[in-house]
Nanobody, 114 residues
Framework: QVQFVESGGGLVQPGGSLRFSCAAS????????MAWYRQAPGKQRERVAV???????NYADSVKGRFTISRDSAETTVFLQMNSLKPEDTAVYYC????????WGQGTQVTVSS
């Protein structure tokens, strides 16, 4: 069983930036494509950013050009840099595998509001 621990959330004004971190037990990041997901109140969880085991990235249209997913060289942490935040980015953010995500962590909340 893998444990994901997300951190870095908070309250930020529109146009602001935040950086999330995700740590997981084991060497999962070097093996599996990883993603950041988010779930806004009353909405289904959606995938917003993906990083493959080779380091290639892909983004949902809603965050393209504003969010950047990355992984540290030791492959122990996955990051999500979020710039130009909008109120519609308000959600709980989670990291997990791309394929068959499971063992969801508690996530980290971001609220974008003036």
């Amino acid at each position: 069983q893998v444990q994901f621990v997300e951190s870095g959330g908070g309250l930020v004004q529109p146009g602001g930036s935040l950086r999330f971190s995700c740590a997981a037990s084991g060497t999962i990041f070097s093996i599996y494509p990883m993603a950041w997901y988010r779930q806004a109140p009353g909405k289904q969880r959606e995938r917003v950013a993906v990083i493959s085991s080779a380091g290639s990235t892909n983004y949902a249209d809603s965050v393209k050009g504003r969010f950047t997913i990355s992984r540290d060289s030791a492959e122990t942490t996955v990051f999500l840099q979020m710039n130009s935040l909008k109120p519609e980015d308000t959600a709980v953010y989670y990291c997990n595998k791309v394929v068959a995500p499971s063992d969801w962590g508690q996530g980290t909340q971001v609220t974008v509001s003036s």
